[in-house]
């Protein structure tokens, strides 16, 4: 059963449901239903739930008021209890806690005028923190100025770093600040041992639903800055994301640069000045139930069978062809998720990204781990890769022409069912399991081995992938480890090319609409950072000629 399926009832092990059935005088058609879910001590354990009643689906509780619907989603988080009115009839009750607890559901029926009271016991299926593993929801957009919303949005829904955006920039005449709101924005908020937010981040979007191909910036996110970027002229296609970026490496060295999406027009050229770390993989337009189709000034197709349509998952496959062409030019660039709460209709962590780090969990220690690769980003499972006992981030050297094999380990663990576990080395499936009819019971648990022989210098990852209640596809996908080949530079003249020929069309409507710009000088400056881009792609094409004889 898929998480958005839900079944009259989940019997699950381990799960403790307690009902309380008391009748009392609540309204003549309306009744009175409160909810305690507690943890495995017996504790009050927030949460996110709805109830749904006939078709109507119920997100708004009665009490308390610090509760915190939210509509897009048609679900509330809670601190652990909650009183809501509900119509007569047969209802299902669901609550869940992120991605590291079954989640619950329960039919029962409304009958007018009573009074009920249920307690769920939430229990974890896997604990990622126990060996290191803390996740982040790498989009937030609600409560970035309310602590309290945020605090509840990290405990509600599992999510140990919440990393919310003070400014979103967009370029249409708004004011871009020069400093935080206050002080107590560049401090990170420990909730406890195992949750942190943090309000020290900006998102730079400049999109359009109207634009043609390649026609809009796209959407760049920066955190863990000491001070806001700003420019003296800004619109929505000026300055470049990478001249923005590159400020705020100046003044804030250990920013994480994370792109929304890799077919955002302008991530060949973040990727390509050495603005870029991240790259989204399990982003904002797959949802629940539904996936929306590319667009809004995306980079058209650019080869044969491209699509940026959410339909035959041209949009999903389009994602990671866009981020194994830029791993075959051979930039390290780590995956990450986020999921646009607040815009979209998700909650925290539907997508996030885990990293691996040593000790106390910190953001500090959290960000230099996603900037050193030591992460995977997920809808779901639970993935793991490993190479001769390296991990993911970690580069393996090898001599040629006697280079040894590498014994290449994949593990996943679901509760969701599962298309294929897979592994990939430079853009191309290696390896593959099916796991179709591999129900989980209620955790899967599979692993791929299978030995490689790099003759070049380039990657391995390994990806998960299972279908959404629209029968598109999901993932959970790890970040490379990387492969050196005496030590020669990870270079493809194919997909140097492509970038090429992605930056003719950047460099074709910037030159074709000087109205674009206030003057001369900032497209100028625009088209600088493009040239810029395309002399490092020639760069790797010639290597790859030079180095693997690549045509």
């Known amino acids: 059963m898929n998480r958005g399926q839900h079944a ?25 239903l409160t909810v305690r879910v507690t943890d495995e001590t017996g504790r009050l354990n927030p949460a996110r739930a709805w109830v749904q009643v006939g078709d109507e689906r119920l997100f708004q509780p009665d009490s308390p008021a610090e509760a915190t619907p939210y509509a897009r989603d048609r679900s509330f988080s809670f601190d652990g209890v909650f009183t809501m009115s509900l119509p007569a009839g047969q209802a299902i009750l669901h609550v869940e806690k992120g991605k590291e607890y079954l989640p619950v559901d329960i039919s029962f029926e409304v009958k007018a005028g009573e009074t009920m009271q249920k307690t769920v016991r939430l229990e974890r299926w896997i604990n990622m923190p126990v060996s290191g593993w803390y996740s982040a929801d790498l989009h937030v957009h609600l409560g970035q100025d309310d602590p309290r919303i945020l605090t509840q949005l990290a405990l509600a829904d599992d999510v140990h770093l919440i990393p919310a955006f003070t400014y979103w920039l967009r370029g249409q005449g708004e004011t871009w600040h020069a400093d935080w709101p206050d002080e107590s924005y560049t401090r990170p908020v420990k909730i406890d041992d195992r949750h942190i937010i943090t309000r020290n981040n900006i998102e730079i979007e400049r999109i359009s639903r109207e634009s043609q191909p390649g026609g809009f910036i796209g959407a760049t996110f920066l955190y863990n800055l000491n001070q806001p970027v700003t420019a003296e002229l800004n619109g929505e296609h000026f300055p470049t994301d990478a001249r923005l970026c590159r400020v705020a490496q100046l003044h804030s060295p250990q920013v994480v640069l994370d792109s929304d999406k890799p077919s955002w027009s302008e991530t060949v050229v973040g990727v390509a000045l050495g603005a870029m770390d991240t790259i989204q993989l399990c982003h904002n337009h797959f949802h629940r139930e539904t996936s929306i189709t590319g667009g809004w000034g995306m980079i058209g197709p650019l080869a044969a ?27 390290k660039l780590g995956v990450s998720g986020g999921s646009a709460i607040g815009v979209m209709p998700v909650p925290t962590g539907f997508h996030r990204v885990y990293a691996k780090i040593d000790g106390a969990f910190t953001a500090d220690k959290y960000w230099q781990a996603i900037k050193a690769g030591r992460s995977f980003t997920t809808t779901g499972p639970m993935l793991f890769l490993n190479a001769d006992g390296k991990g993911v981030g970690e580069t393996i050297s090898l001599s040629a022409p006697d280079s040894k094999s ?28 099916s796991l179709k009819g591999k129900d989980p019971t209620p955790v899967l648990e599979e692993r791929l081995v ?11 990852v390994a990806r998960a992938l299972f279908r959404a209640p629209d029968g598109l596809l999901r993932q959970a996908h790890t970040s490379p480890i990387y492969l050196s080949v005496d030590g020669k530079p990870t ?25 674009r710009f206030p ?11 493009y040239q810029e881009a395309r002399d490092r792609y ?5 290597q790859s000629r030079e180095t693997w004889g690549d045509r």
């Not at 022989?453 to 380039?458: D, F, H, L, Q």
């Open 8 to 32: 009259p009832f989940l019997p699950v092990f381990g799960v403790f449901i307690g009902l309380v059935w008391t009748v009392l005088a609540c309204g003549q058609n309306t009744s009175l």
């Open 450 to 460: 299978f030995e490689i022989k790099p003759k070049r210098s380039g990657w391995v």
């Open 538 to 542: 020639l760069q790797i094409l010639e």
């Open 305 to 331: 069978g491209e699509s940026n349509a959410a339909a035959g998952d041209g949009l999903f496959h389009r994602t990671n062809s866009l981020y194994y062409r830029f791993l075959n030019c051979g930039f």
């Open 519 to 529: 003057t001369s000088r900032i497209r100028n400056e625009v088209l600088s950072d």
């Open 406 to 433: 590498l014994r290449v380990a994949a593990t996943v663990r679901s509760i969701e069912n599962l298309e294929s576990l897979e592994i990939v080395h430079d853009g191309k499936v290696v390896a593959w399991t």
């Open 491 to 515: 270079a493809s003249a194919e997909d140097a090319r492509y970038m090429l020929q992605w930056l003719d069309v950047l460099e074709s409507i910037a030159r074709d609409n000087p109205d």
